[in-house]
């Protein structure tokens, strides 16, 4: 997977800002391409992507440092150190079969453990509410939106706000906040951009809710992490943040090439399968540009309306799906 | 279901394509081949090792003795050999799991030799045994051998409960055992968190193996709990108060107050998930009201207090080896009991930081994030006072104590990276990866296996009257030690990034190296249960060589080492007083360690019962009749079950007596062996010269 490619791409596309959209979109396809636009480059949090990795990394490395410098260090050297000096062959050592009880030893016993749990308990009252992944990021620009559906096994994004939808690829503007509103139209999911934040379940006639940003435009892995049956393993995506411009570009290029997102796709959707099986399904129809598939005239109310059907346990509404066969803006 | 289902299909639905076998024969795809080929091979194990064994049993004239020495045995010391017996062999089990699954993730760089399904099938099975049918009876076992010896019992307080507790435990895992042979088990992990374990998702029988053999064994490990409690309760030797008890009874009874009250939310949840699939019902579906988040919260109810009745017995067992081979009273004794109670009752506390990612506010997940990270302060003070135990002391290094070392060393790290978890911050970065699967290892296997085979080869002499082998026994400790490392710190790393648990395959070539090194760990983890096999023939086939029949061989402090080895059914001729811990030293040093009584007496001890094999087998039958709905077989065997029931209380003559004769012939040629077996020091501990019988060599030496 070419990893190189993405930083050029990015500086070659602020270039492009202000050109036309169709030359844009070209070049841009062509970029994705060579860049290999589903491969994430970026996998974990301990090299963060956004604000909310960074803070999790630095958590994660203050925990470990506390724990290991105050509780495992002196453990190791002193059971090591005591279990040599006191073994049986040793008989100059001080040897004190009775010895039960020594009250300072105890207070440090019950003391250091005590201290340590104290601290850490201020830090975690603290920061779990800071960064609960409900609260919406402070920002000066407006946040992107986006309802994630899980299926058996593909992530649907859906972008309320532009009548798309995709499966495979999360796109949205970097260095601003995005809003994601999650349910799963089967059974329970754990949705989870690693290199970004924190992960959150999707739940089945339920609405979690997770708020992420990108420091800067990248590709980041992204996946399901409760397993789900036989293509869990599968159930990936590539999350990708963009500049506000390209974003913009990304969107015209999903509605001039997205399939509409009538019955008969959301049904292709809803079938057991991996994304590659989706694509294949809906090939003759879906001309996709990238491996990913992309949908146009989704309607503003399909999320509520799928989430009220799986509650409901009913066929979802006919009002929720674009018609058959006209072709979405 | 009408009378005409009943009727209609005799086998409920079994049929041909229920067994993996025949269907592999009837596939093409290859893919379909290679795993059913594997299944079958598992399921021929199954087949092979039972017939075996029923040979071998007829070849040497044993149905006899089994049924009446052992079956139907209501002898607690029996009942906890049979545990034993029982967690060993599913140890065996889960551990071939293991091996594949860590070999498919060796080469699981896209692709790999196993199936998704096959896979899925091989981690629910591993964690359904490993907690249920290895880790459960292998503490149960050492429980019920040890605790009634060490406060000074003839047996448990409810004996024919016990050998039902036992029978219901071994049927759940035989259901287990027999979902090889035929159809298939459950693919929702050992957990089977719903809607996908609902009928909608998952039709087929798999996930009824799963309710069914777990509502056995919960059922089981509920009686359990009651027996022990009990047991501890009314039957300590006179004068021994709460705080004379060895620190292993007040773990096992923690254990057992938490077994009473963590178990029912299990069977309770297993049986609504039940009435989900069988009835329609709707406790945990998506739709029509039904609650998946109900099911996580009642199903940890259970599982957090569950892994703390798995981990304190363990810590028990640690306290009797540190002070013991120590040659050294417990450090800190008081501590310790509540440092015990507080975590049993610290665990019911915690149970929702196994789903910090539901979605609930920052600060209940914060509160129960704390109220997590509060058992690491007592866990903090045991691993204190264990370090403390040793200094001032004379360590030997034998096995349960490299076992003992080990897991401080590794149960630290446990610690840590536990309380990173109980952190939610942390945790909504590494829940549901690697990294939570490689955590709760370091908890069982450091923490609760290691423990089970310290404490395996420190009682093994006391039970079978002959030492273990110590050099197979190193050589295993260190596999498993060493095992352990190699297959559960890369997955640390790999959970960090990002690789979520429970896949089969994965995309990212850098996962590969350290999918490696694990598999390694995992082959050095089989070496370790290969050396344990290889260690029992070996003693097996030196035993006079080892034997202990003294009692003693480890100069140990506490009432059950005050017997012959193995000690006589009724364990103590007189049951003695007490007036002291560790009251074997004390007698030891007051130089009555060896004493006769005044006169002896008649013994009363239970007889021998059928009802224990007469429910395993009807509750076996049971849960396979619910499994593939044959339903006149739930009938009879539900009305067989009843029928023993009510017919045990017609019952008068339930106890057996050993005459003071008897009583008095076995006691006199204990004590002589004792006067005529020369004390040992420790440095001959494990030389032939050991028959039992320590010297006395507290001797304080002052710097």
């Known amino acids: ?39 994430a480059e970026h996998l974990s949090f301990l090299n963060p992507q956004g604000p909310i990795a960074t803070a999790q990394s630095e958590h994660f490395w203050l925990v470990v440092a506390i724990l290991f410098i105050l509780i495992a260090l ?19 050592s001080k040897y004190v079969p009775r010895w039960e009880i020594f009250k300072p030893l105890e207070y440090f016993s019950w003391g250091i453990p005590i201290a340590i749990v104290l601290f850490l308990s201020v830090l975690v009252w603290e920061d779990t509410e800071r960064f609960d992944p409900y609260h919406t990021l402070a920002s000066s620009k407006p946040a992107t939106h986006v309802q994630v559906i899980g299926y058996d096994w593909k992530w649907l994004f859906v972008y309320p706000e532009h009548g798309i939808a995709s499966v495979g690829m999360l796109a949205f503007p970097a260095e601003q906040p995005l809003t994601m509103e999650l349910t799963s139209a089967t059974v329970m999911q754990s949705f989870f951009i690693p290199a970004l934040g924190s992960q959150i379940y999707a739940m089945g006639g339920m609405v979690t809710q997770l708020n992420l940003q990108a420091d800067r435009p990248g590709h980041f892995l992204g996946e399901n992490t409760m397993y789900s049956g036989d293509g869990f393993h599968q159930q990936k995506f590539v999350a990708v943040a963009m500049t506000l411009t390209d974003f913009d570009a990304w969107v015209q290029q999903v509605r001039a090439t997205g399939i509409p997102f009538d019955a008969a796709a959301l049904n292709a959707i809803a079938t057991q399968g991996t994304k590659a099986q989706l694509s294949t399904a809906l090939a003759p129809a879906a001309p996709t540009f990238d491996g990913n598939v992309y949908f146009t005239g989704v309607k503003a109310n399909f999320f509520t309306d799928l989430v009220i059907s799986v509650m409901d346990e009913k066929p979802l509404p006919s009002t929720a799906l674009a018609p058959a066969i006209t072709k979405g803006q | 279901m009408s009378w005409s289902t009943i009727f209609n299909h005799p086998l409920g639905l079994l049929g041909a394509d229920s067994f993996p076998f025949l ?3 009837s596939s093409d795809d290859s893919d379909i081949f290679i795993n059913g080929l594997l299944g079958s091979f598992a399921a021929a194990l199954v087949i092979i090792s039972v017939m075996v064994v029923v040979a071998l049993l007829t070849r040497y004239r044993a149905w006899r003795t089994l049924w009446f ?34 070999a498919q993730g060796a080469v699981g760089l896209g692709g790999g030799f196993l199936s998704s399904d096959h896979f899925a099938q091989l981690f629910s099975t591993h964690g359904t045994i490993m907690i249920f049918f290895m880790a459960m009876p292998f503490l149960t076992g050492l429980i019920n051998y040890v605790v009634p010896l060490q406060i000074g019992a003839r047996d448990v307080a409810f ?14 895992a035989a259901l287990v055992m027999i979902s090889l042979v035929v159809g298939a088990f459950s693919t929702g992990g050992w957990f089977g968190y719903p809607p996908y374990t609902e009928t909608l998702y998952n039709p087929g029988i798999g996930v009824d193996y799963w309710i069914w053999s777990l509502t056995l064994a919960s059922l089981g490990s509920t009686l359990t709990g009651i027996n022990i409690a009990v047991t501890i309760y009314k039957k300590r030797a006179p004068g021994m108060k709460l705080y004379y008890m060895p620190l292993f009874t007040w773990t096992a009874l923690c254990t057992a107050i938490m077994m009473i009250f963590a178990m029912p939310p299990l069977t309770v ?4 998930l039940a009435l989900d699939r069988y009835l329609d019902f709707h406790f945990f579906t998506n739709g029509l009201g039904g609650n998946q988040m109900n099911f996580l919260n009642m199903f940890w109810l259970f599982g957090h207090p569950e892994v703390y009745i798995l981990i304190l017995p363990a810590f028990g067992v640690y306290s009797e080896i540190f002070s013991t081979f120590s040659g050294k009273v417990l450090f800190g004794y008081k501590s310790l009991v509540w440092a015990t109670i507080s975590i049993a009752f610290l665990s019911f506390l915690v149970w929702l930081h196994h789903f910090f990612t539901m979605g609930q506010s920052g600060h209940i997940n914060a509160v129960f994030g704390i109220a997590s990270m509060l058992i690491g302060i007592p866990t903090g003070v045991k691993i204190y006072d264990w370090m403390w135990t040793m200094l001032r002391g004379r360590i030997r290094f034998s096995v349960p104590m490299i076992y003992s070392l080990a897991f401080i060393f590794l149960f630290v790290i446990g610690g840590i990276t536990g309380i990173m978890l109980a952190n939610p911050i942390l945790d909504y970065q590494v829940h549901n990866t690697v990294f939570l699967v490689a955590h709760f290892h370091n908890m069982v296997v450091p923490g609760v296996l290691f423990g089970m085979l310290a404490g395996y080869t420190f009682w093994f ?55 490696i090194v694990a598999f390694v760990g995992a082959l050095l983890v089989a070496a370790a249960l290969m050396a344990l096999v290889i260690q029992l023939w070996v003693s097996i086939k030196y035993r006079e060589k080892n034997r202990v029949f003294v009692g003693d061989p480890w100069n140990g402090r506490s009432l059950e080492w005050a017997t012959s080895a193995p000690p006589p059914e009724y364990n103590f001729p007189v049951v003695p007083s007490i ?15 060896y004493q006769e009584p005044d006169a002896y007496v008649n013994i009363e001890i239970p007889q021998n019962s059928a009802m224990g094999p007469v429910f395993g087998g009807t509750s076996f039958l049971l849960a396979f009749g619910l499994v593939w709905q044959i339903w006149w077989l739930v009938i009879l065997t539900g009305l067989i079950t009843i029928g023993t029931l009510v017919m045990r209380g017609f019952q008068r003559d339930t106890l057996k007596i050993i005459p003071a004769e008897a009583v008095c012939r076995t006691h006199q040629h204990w004590i002589q062996a004792a006067r005529l077996a020369l004390p040992i020091k420790r440095s001959q501990e494990h030389t032939a010269a050991n028959k039992g019988r320590a010297a006395i060599e507290t001797v304080e030496v002052p710097t």
């Open chain 2, 461 to 515: 002499p006391k039970a079978f009257g002959f030492r273990l082998d110590e050099r197979w026994g190193r050589i295993s400790a260190y596999c498993w030690i060493f095992g352990w490392m190699g297959a559960f710190f890369p997955l640390y790393i790999l959970g960090l990034m990002g690789l979520p648990r429970r896949s089969v395959a994965y995309e990212q070539a850098s996962y590969v190296p350290l999918e």
């Open chain 2, 69 to 102: 020495d052992w079956l139907t045995s209501t002898d607690h010391k029996k009942i906890g050999i049979m545990y034993v017996v029982l967690a060993l062999v599913m140890l065996t089990r889960a551990i071939a799991e293991a091996v594949l699954m860590r």
């Open chain 1, 74 to 92: 002196p453990v190791f050297i002193g059971t090591a150190w005591i279990a040599w000096h006191y073994r049986y062959g040793a008989t100059k």
């Open chain 2, 23 to 25: 269907a592999m024969l």
């Open chain 2, 159 to 172: 004996p024919i409960l016990n050998s039902i507790s036992l029978w219901l435990t071994a049927a759940g």
């Open chain 2, 269 to 272: 949840v297993t049986l609504q």
């Open chain 1, 1 to 39: 997977m070419p990893k190189s490619t993405t930083p050029v791409s990015v500086l070659h596309m602020h270039g492009l800002g202000l050109q036309q959209t169709g030359t844009l979109s070209v070049h841009y396809v062509a970029l994705l391409l060579l860049s290999g636009c589903n491969s």
């Open chain 2, 579 to 593: 007036n002291d811990r560790d009251a074997f030293t004390a007698a030891k040093e007051f130089g009555v360690g």
